[in-house]
């Protein structure tokens, strides 16, 4: 199965809970990105590009989907980058992933998350083009529009939505482990 949403909404912190209740194995697309590269996304993207970004996502993913049944398993939890709903290549990987679970978090939460980090590195992310902190109205701006478009690919690519609306980790996945039952 694969974890996707927006920035912030969990998909690591979930998934790591999440597969070790489930007995599978656990990738984060993000970690995987930094570990192949030696950067993180945010300065993969600053230094090389949005397409060495997308080029790198979709090679861990590809990587990740082929691990497992490489070894003969078939269970496996992906935390995917929140981007990754921009990168067409990505997309169709996937769409041919069985159990797609959207983790949805409000507009407000995600980017208070998003500016709470921003404070820390100065800057937000390149979804909002490493705008400065103290442009926060702009950033407010750049994240509205894309938290509608990406919760609209991730409403129509996911087989399965959680609502993390007032639930920390430990219960969105359970949640997830009680519905993939079914």
């Given amino acids: 199965m694969i974890l996707l949403g927006l920035s912030r909404a969990g998909k690591t912190s979930v998934g790591r809970l999440l597969a070790e209740r489930l ?3 656990f990738y984060d697309t993000d970690e995987l990105i930094r570990i192949r590269t030696g950067l993180t996304p945010r300065e993969l993207c600053r230094q090389s590009g949005v397409s060495a970004l997308h080029a790198a996502e979709a090679a861990v993913l590809r990587e990740c989907c082929g691990l497992d049944f490489a070894a003969g398993e078939n269970c496996a939890v992906i935390a995917a980058g929140g981007g990754i709903c921009d ?3 990505a997309s169709a990987i996937i769409a041919a992933i069985p159990l797609r679970v959207f983790l949805y978090a409000s507009e407000a939460a995600l980017f208070e998350r998003l500016t ?4 820390q590195t100065g800057y937000y992310p390149a979804f909002l083009h490493f705008l400065p902190v103290d442009q926060k109205a702009e950033a407010q701006r750049l994240f509205t529009e894309l938290y509608t ?5 991730y409403r129509e690519s996911c087989n ?5 609306t007032g639930l920390d980790c430990a219960a969105v996945a359970e949640k997830i482990a009680e519905q993939s039952d079914n």
Wanted: net charge neutral; proline share 0%; with cysteine.
């Fill in 149 to 153: 478009r990406r919760t609209e690919w």
């Fill in 23 to 25: 007995g599978c194995r």
């Fill in 116 to 119: 709470r980090d921003a404070l």
């Fill in 160 to 164: 399965l939505i959680i609502d993390t």
């Fill in 87 to 89: 990168n067409a290549e």
